[in-house]
């Protein structure tokens, strides 16, 4: 049995017929294109599939599809606006933040929410409130110094 849903997805209307188990984030990646989120665990632990949904970071591989229906959600590819990377991203470029590019999407979610909530965040913050995300290339003092960095950007 297919179930209809209904989302704004990248500030654009999406209607999707499918299955009601399956996830936000294998209709994003499978039916609607959207790549940039990546699945490293399926159980919600690296925070690779972050998404926002209804302006909250989700890890989207938790979140069936049916929950989505009738709400926003901004994913990785939904960040640039007009041609321009989000500061964030060009901050993790700009420090290296990044390097095998799995787990970079949910981090730079996490960062753009923490930065849109708290424009100004402390060290100690920003590690809090990307606790969820998982990296095993780079460590975190890069993706640190960036999400840092954006926050004086986001200052000006």
């Known amino acids: ?21 399956r ?3 294998e209709v994003l990646r499978e039916d609607l294109g959207l790549t940039g989120s990546k699945e490293g665990c399926g159980t919600g632990d690296c925070g690779a599939c972050t998404v926002h949904l209804n302006g909250r970071p989700v890890t989207s591989c938790l979140v069936l599809a049916p929950e989505a229906d009738g709400c926003e959600i ?24 990044l390097q095998c590019g799995i787990c970079t999407p949910g981090f730079v979610m996490a960062a753009t929410a923490l930065l849109r909530d708290n424009p100004n965040p402390t060290e100690h ?10 990296c095993r290339c780079t460590g975190y003092d890069k993706i ?5 960095a954006a926050s004086d950007v986001a200052e000006r």
């Open 1 to 21: 049995m297919k179930l209809t849903i209904q989302m704004m997805v990248n500030g654009q209307p999406v209607t999707v017929e499918t299955e009601p188990n």
């Open 74 to 97: 901004v994913t990785i590819e939904g960040l640039a606006q007009s041609g321009q990377l989000h500061p964030v991203q060009q901050a993790f470029i700009q420090y290296g933040g």
């Open 23 to 25: 996830t936000l984030l």
């Open 125 to 134: 913050e920003v590690r809090e409130a990307i606790a969820g995300n998982l």
């Open 144 to 148: 640190v110094r960036a999400i840092l």
